[in-house]
T-cell receptor, first 115, second 116 residues
Framework: DTEVTQTPKHLVMGMTNKKSLKCEQHMGHRAMYWYKQKAKKPPELMFV???????INESVPSRFSPECPNSSLLNLHLHALQPEDSALYLC??????????????FGQGTRLTVV | TQLLEQSPQFLSIQEGENLTVYCNSSSVFSSLQWYRQEPGEGPVLLVT?????EVKKLKRLTFQFGDARKDSSLHITAAQPGDTGLYLC????????????????FGQGTILTVHP
């Protein structure tokens, strides 16, 4: 299994809603990531988890709250979002190694629209 | 802050033409990855280059890593409409302790359109 699975694929939410994005991988990767991508732009890193602990937060607003319940799952909890938060949210995973060719594998993304 | 400059940003060509996409940086990366992304989908890894001067081929795609590991290029021969998409280069660096993550620095991307 070489897949990173994200659900839902599409999400429309109001600015007062609370929702969660989910990500799952069964490749045994111990690093997982959330990226945000606007149309025709590259992905921007939001959070990195290594060994189920948050290791990097790229100064993301607190209305985005990540959670890593176990080594296979990664969630992103959303609350009080703004319309400008509408984007494709990508989950990725990778090994943590001493090798230089560590590769990140991405899920299909969740297309989020905030209305 | 490490930056990757990718060029060109847009490329519109006819089927059968050749093209090259460039990815340049003033920083050294431990590896450089190339991804292809279709609208509404996640990036799909094409190749990873690690060694300075390395050349990798994937069918009609040829990837090169510069000797100094600061730049890379992607060359497509005889482009086809199925090659249409967003091409992203991304650099990886080793972190404290020598461990390597998939934390990537992305270039701005090249939107390639191949017309039949």
């Amino acid at each position: 299994d070489t897949e990173v699975t994200q659900t839902p694929k599409h999400l429309v939410m109001g600015m007062t809603n609370k929702k969660s994005l989910k990500c799952e991988q069964h490749m045994g990767h111990r690093a997982m990531y959330w990226y945000k991508q606007k149309a025709k732009k590259p992905p921007e890193l939001m959070f990195v988890y290594s060994y189920e602990k948050l290791s990097i937060n790229e100064s993301v607003p607190s209305r985005f709250s990540p959670e890593c319940p176990n080594s296979s799952l990664l969630n992103l909890h959303l609350h009080a979002l703004q319309p400008e938060d509408s984007a494709l949210y990508l989950c990725a995973s990778s090994w943590i190694t001493m090798k230089e060719d560590t590769e990140a594998f991405f899920g299909q993304g969740t297309r989020l629209t905030v209305v | 802050t490490q930056l990757l400059e990718q060029s060109p940003q847009f490329l519109s060509i006819q089927e059968g033409e050749n093209l090259t996409v460039y990815c340049n940086s003033s920083s050294v990366f431990s590896s450089l990855q190339w991804y292809r992304q279709e609208p509404g989908e996640g990036p799909v890894l094409l190749v990873t280059v690690v060694t300075g001067g390395e050349v990798k081929k994937l069918k009609r795609l040829t990837f090169q890593f510069g000797d100094a590991r600061k730049d890379s290029s992607l060359h497509i021969t005889a482009a086809q409409p199925g090659d249409t998409g967003l091409y992203l280069c991304a650099g990886a660096t080793l972190h404290a302790g020598g461990t390597s993550y998939g934390k990537l620095t992305f270039g701005q991307g090249t939107i390639l359109t191949v017309h039949p």
